[in-house]
């Protein structure tokens, strides 16, 4: 019978993991495209980096009028693309908008991070919204709701600090 519960256990935690779609491994760069995050970006990606990502934060703010090409990641704010992802029950604060290699949907070739504004007085939110982003821009899929305490999970309030 105890084996039987560890058994489960290890079945539930491993249901938590959240599924990256990259079948290729690509080396990212973040620009930043916008002043007013660049601290919870560098936070952010020395954790994805320390949880097995290679992302490199570029210098410097940069004009992201073009889009994002191979294995780069865009990071700004923009309310209209963020409204889009706004529903009748939620208020969207973030987006990522992923381009991928071939039809498959698989790898991550490129993408666009955008922030609502709303977050600019709220670094605690921000922080957590970019984490969640980043891991968007790598490859990283949502989580079950029921997963608490994971940064995939696609509710801020069960977001955490699990992958």
Same mark, same amino acid.
Do not use: D, M, P, V
């Given at each position: 019978m105890l084996?039987?519960?560890? +058994?489960q256990m290890t079945a539930w935690a491993d249901s938590?993991? +959240?599924e990256n779609l990259n079948t290729q491994e690509i080396n990212y760069t973040i620009y930043m495209c916008d002043h007013g995050f660049e601290k919870e970006v560098e936070i952010a990606t020395n954790w994805w980096n320390n949880k097995g990502a290679s992302i490199k934060l570029a210098d410097g703010v940069?004009?992201?009028?073009?889009g994002p090409r191979y294995s780069e990641i865009h990071?700004?704010?923009n309310n209209n693309e963020v409204k889009k992802f706004d529903t009748s029950? #939620?208020?969207a604060y973030a987006a990522t908008?992923? #381009?991928?290699i071939g039809s498959s949907h698989e790898t991550v070739k490129s993408s666009n991070?955008?922030?609502s504004t709303d977050l600019i007085d709220n670094k605690s939110k921000m922080q957590i919204f970019i984490f969640?982003?980043?891991g968007h821009a790598v490859g990283y899929q949502h989580v079950s709701e029921s997963c608490h305490n994971y940064i995939m999970n696609p509710y801020v309030d069960y977001m955490g600090s699990k992958l």
């Open positions: 084996l039987f519960f560890i +058994a938590c993991k +959240a940069y004009n992201c009028n073009e990071i700004q704010f029950i #939620s208020t908008i992923r #381009s991928h991070i955008y922030l969640h982003e980043i």
